[in-house]
């Protein structure tokens, strides 16, 4: 049953399509791009080589008051210390200025870093297939076409064991409802397209819906198809239940990470 699962999201080549575009924001958030769009700029000045918007924004499926707003900057230069201050107050005053997002936050990097061998397969892909430009030179231009092929499987999400060390750690530290929220936010959307990128090669396409990476990763491990669609559903809609982190950390990560290293290997090593 599951290689009749229809494949979505590549071009004619079979390369995985850039999604999301600015002409695909809704109205309600095209204030808040502009404003993100003018204060990058106004914050980096000449030191800025690019900046991008990815997400559910660009892709036209945010929902008033519940999404967040996602930017990548590029630097010419590593990013300092200072400038990832910089970031965090931006995000924090357009997350207070604008209610109808649930958020704000900006990933900063330097641009040798993205276009860097090692991040290839990563954050390079990342620009090139998520991310829509919003200020400056395409950084897309200078990367290659991608596949969704084992490498790139590999490269994205084959570092889950390392990371699950770190959640315990803010599972413990989060003492109230309001401050697992996030956690299970994050949490169940990291595990739900660990558990899609595990299968995207056998499926051959990308898509980015929550949903539907539970549901083609189900066909493939059912009898772990349920607890990925509950993640799922808590990626757009979580709750702040330490059962459910629990969960993530004791069964569902540690398993997924086991078969992610046994199917693809593991994430080749970064010098951070």
Known sequence: MAETVPAKGLDAQGCIAREGSLGLVAQDFRPVVAAARDRVLDLFGARLHSAYLYGSLPRGTARV???????LVALHEEPTDTDREGARALDA??????????????LLYGRGRLLSDVERYDLGWFVACLCTP???????????????????????????????????????????????????????????????????????????????????????????????????????????????????????????????????????????
Do not use: C
């Not at 539970?214 to 059912?222: R, T």
């Not at 349920?226 to 950390?249: F, I, W």
């Open 93 to 106: 005053a357009l997350d207070k200025e604008f209610p109808q997002i649930d958020g704000a936050g900006t």
């Open 134 to 272: 919003l200020l400056g030179d395409d950084l897309a231009e200078y990367l290659p076409r991608y596949r969704p092929d084992s490498l790139l499987a590999r490269e994205t999400n084959g570092d889950l064991a390392l990371f699950l060390p770190r959640w315990r750690a803010r599972i413990s530290a989060a003492d109230s409802e309001e401050a697992r929220r996030p956690l299970v936010r994050f949490m169940s959307r990291h595990l739900v397209r660990t558990g899609f990128t595990l299968v995207m090669p056998r499926w051959n396409g990308w898509t980015s819906d929550l949903h539907e990476m539970a549901e083609v990763f189900g066909a493939y491990y059912p009898q772990r198809a349920v607890q990925m669609r509950s993640a799922a559903v808590l990626g757009y809609e979580p709750t702040g239940d330490r059962a459910v982190l629990r969960a993530y950390v004791d069964d569902l990560g540690p398993w997924l990470a086991e078969e992610y290293a046994r199917v693809h290997g593991v994430k080749a090593v970064r010098p951070d």
């Open 65 to 71: 008051g519940r999404s967040d707003l996602d930017l």
